[in-house]
């Protein structure tokens, strides 16, 4: 995988090898920063579930003052390591489980990518999303990766529908602050 645009384009970006992780695929992570093109430059972002973290990545690449990388694996926090250190720009990586980092985090973000194992249930996802919401900078995003198949949740209050788009597998849903 590598970095689609920006000061790194090209770089590679590291996956870990496990069947549980799937890194969000090059034609969906391009969607996405083409809906968010304008809102990315300058902007805090918090990466959530990073796996390897490209869409952090992708995000330092195209302009973004800082990115906090949450994640609780060993072995993902190995590569993420291991990507970063190609890079000369600002972050931070917490290792933590994304429920006690929403619990706990003083920071706020202008745009959250929140992209869990597609495994987690429909409630857990949905409550960690409500969560976001008293993180979100105002006019801020939250981008939602899902699997098509998931149990769909109703739109939550405080949030308004950016986008919705599936690509194959992959349901992407752009959440706007009210």
């Known amino acids: 995988m590598r970095v689609l ?23 969906v992570r391009e969607s996405v920063f083409n809906s968010l093109q304008f ?3 300058n902007k805090n972002i918090l990466d959530l579930y990073a796996g390897s973290g490209s869409l ?13 990388f949450v994640e609780n694996s060993n072995n ?16 931070k990586i917490t290792k933590s489980s994304v429920d006690k980092f929403l619990d706990t985090s003083l920071n706020t973000y202008d745009i959250v990518f929140y992209d869990p ?4 249930e429909t409630e857990i ?5 409500i969560k976001i919401y008293n993180l979100l900078n105002k006019e801020g995003f939250v981008v939602v990766h899902r699997h098509t198949a998931s149990k ?17 597998q992959s349901n992407i849903l ?3 602050k009210l």
């Open 152 to 168: 769909e949740f109703e739109t939550l209050k405080n949030y308004k529908i950016h986008k919705e788009k599936n690509f194959g």
């Open 76 to 91: 993902c926090i190995n590569i993420l390591k291991q990507n970063l250190s190609h890079f000369e720009i600002n972050y």
């Open 5 to 27: 645009a920006g000061k790194y384009k090209s770089k590679l970006i590291q996956t870990i090898d496990d069947p549980l992780t799937r890194p969000m695929m090059s034609k």
């Open 174 to 176: 752009i959440l706007s």
């Open 39 to 41: 809102n990315i430059e």
């Open 56 to 68: 952090g990545i992708e995000s330092l690449s195209r302009g973004a003052n800082f990115v906090t």
């Open 117 to 120: 194992p597609f495994k987690i």
């Open 125 to 129: 996802v949905k409550n960690e999303i």
